[in-house]
């Protein structure tokens, strides 16, 4: 079970955003909110899920360890994204095991980069759904769909011209 991933965070949020990404999954998935049945039963399920996944991220050191060396691993690469220096941000992108949101948006913005638009508006839009109030990730989603759009329309238009 990756806990970050049960709780829809990044492997480097803080502990507050670990407590609060919980607490909005509780109150969602708390079996008080559903019916007697087998809703009710899906929800005891899925919040035994959500209470492992939350003292997992908060007691074990060694997750700790690995998310806060990842997330310097995402940080490098956003620099060398910034930079200009897409194969070498995308090869050290593939050595990241966590898929976290953050993850999904730089090799996304790696796709964009290198003008493979179809590839990274799946991979924007993963980082979009995995943390949608994230107003980064929306923005990036949006840019990549208007440059689909245009992209589209430009070949419309040179099929017309023929």
Not at 19 to 34: G, M, V
Not at 35 to 49: L, S, T, V, Y
Not at 59 to 68: L, N, V, Y
């Amino acid at each position: 079970m990756n806990a970050y991933a049960v709780l829809n965070v990044p492997p480097t949020a803080t502990k507050a955003e670990i407590r609060a990404a919980y607490r909005a999954l509780a109150r969602r998935w708390h079996p008080d909110r559903f019916m007697e049945g087998p809703e009710r039963d899906w929800a005891n399920e899925k919040m035994a899920e959500i209470n492992a996944a939350y003292r997992a991220c908060l007691r074990e050191p060694t997750q700790c360890a690995d998310a806060e060396e990842e997330g310097r691993a995402l940080r490098r690469i956003e620099e060398l994204i910034d930079g200009g220096q897409y194969p070498l941000a995308r090869r050290m992108l593939m050595d990241i095991a966590t898929r976290c949101a953050e993850w999904n948006y730089l090799f996304g913005a790696v796709l964009m980069k290198t003008s493979e638009v179809q590839k990274a508006l799946i991979y924007l839009s993963v980082a979009a759904h995995q943390q949608p109030d994230n107003q980064k990730y929306a923005r990036a989603l949006q840019e990549a769909q208007s440059a689909q759009q245009g992209a589209r329309r430009g070949l419309a238009a040179r099929l017309r011209r023929r």
